[in-house]
Structures are given as structure tokens and as C-alpha cells.
């Protein structure tokens, strides 16, 4: 079956870094797009960041553009998110999704099909 897990969130102080991870099975991994979502307390779901089947494109929110790095490995099944200089703006629960096609909409979840639980990442000021 379908399955996302992310792991890698923790608490940590404003400037430091995070490295997420999402460990993908039960899809072909290297043939979807990927992506990151994040969403605060009562706060509506938000777009992080995207990756090209082929690692070869990569795309960011304003927001995080320069200090996050989406990255994947198509052997391991699995995709990551290098976070330097985190802020308080960055407490959210981040969430690892799979595309099986987009079409330029990757910032949007309707184009997204599968969805991991999610991993907690809270930045102390």
C-alpha cells in the first residue's frame, strides 16, 4: 500500500537547522513529483517546496526560498527537506506528498495524490 513517513522535526531555536526526511513505498517512487506542505495551528495548509521526478527542477515558496533545500534520492525512496535559519514562522506540522503529474499547479494540494501524517517542527525565538 501507498505509504509517505516523514521524520526529522523536533524543537529547536530560531537559526538553526532541520533536515526532514519522507520514506516513500508502495508507488513508483521516481516517476512522481514530490513536495512539502506545511500547515501551523489554525492556520490553512501552505505550500514549501516541490521536486521534479528526476531531482532536476526544484521549486520553493517565497517565504523559505535561500534557506530550504528540497532534495530526493530515487534509490532509497526518498525525499528530503535541508531547513537553515529557521524562524518562529516556521512552527508548523510539514507535511511529504507525490504527484503523479503536474502540470505547473505543484503549489496547490489538488495536485497532489498521496499524503504522509506528518512530522512537528517547532522553532523557539
Known amino acids: 500500500q501507498v505509504q509517505l513517513v516523514e521524520s526529522g522535526g523536533g524543537l529547536v531555536q530560531a537559526g538553526a537547522s532541520l533536515r526532514l526526511s519522507c520514506s516513500a513505498s508502495?508507488?513508483?517512487?521516481?516517476?512522481?513529483?514530490m513536495g512539502w506542505f506545511r500547515q501551523a495551528p489554525g492556520k490553512e495548509r501552505e505550500w514549501v517546496s516541490s521536486?521534479?521526478?528526476?531531482?532536476?527542477?526544484?521549486f520553493y515558496a517565497d517565504s523559505v526560498k535561500g534557506r530550504f533545500t528540497i532534495s530526493r534520492d530515487n534509490v532509497k525512496n526518498a525525499v528530503y527537506l535541508q531547513m537553515n535559519t529557521l524562524q518562529p514562522e516556521d512552527t508548523a506540522t510539514y507535511y511529504c506528498t507525490a504527484s503523479y503529474a503536474t502540470t505547473g499547479n505543484y503549489d496547490q494540494e489538488l495536485a497532489y495524490d498521496y499524503w504522509g501524517q506528518g512530522t512537528e517542527v517547532t522553532i523557539s525565538s
Open positions: 508502495g508507488f513508483t517512487f521516481s516517476t512522481y513529483t
Open positions: 521536486i521534479t521526478s528526476s531531482g532536476r527542477y526544484t
